[in-house]
């Protein structure tokens, strides 16, 4: 049984950081193809926002880029997401995803990833 479990959410300050921990139970994350983490903002769709793959190469939303790093530990099972210099347009609820053999092509669509945590609230104050 795969679980994945967000945590790191919070409320903070425009300027501040948080750093969002994903941890995943009956599979190691070094076998996944791809873990991303998606944002969704209310009344709007699920959006992509940074993934590493198996091989630890990542990506980035344009709007995060320089400011949101993924990592991953492997003896901790762990993704990260470090946020820093955050905005009041990065509030959402965000979501960690995993999945066994997603293409490239697909890393950056909500629906090619089969495991979903629950999420955690983001929520940054002007």
């Known amino acids: 049984q795969v679980q994945l479990v967000e945590s790191g959410g919070g409320l903070v300050q425009a300027g501040g950081s948080l750093r969002l921990s994903c941890a995943a139970s009956g599979r190691t994350f070094s076998t996944y193809a791809m873990v991303g983490w998606f944002r969704q903002a209310p009344g709007k769709e699920r959006q992509f926002v940074a993934a590493?793959?198996?091989?630890?190469?990542?990506g980035y939303l344009g709007s995060v880029k320089g400011r949101f790093t993924i990592s991953r530990d492997n003896a901790k099972n762990t993704v990260y997401l470090q946020m820093n210099s955050l905005k009041p347009e990065d509030t959402a609820v965000y979501y960690c995803a995993a999945d066994l053999s997603i293409s490239l092509s697909r890393a950056t669509t909500w629906d090619g990833y089969a495991y979903w945590g629950q999420g955690t609230q983001v929520t940054v104050s002007s």
């Open positions: 590493i793959s198996r091989s630890g190469n990542t």
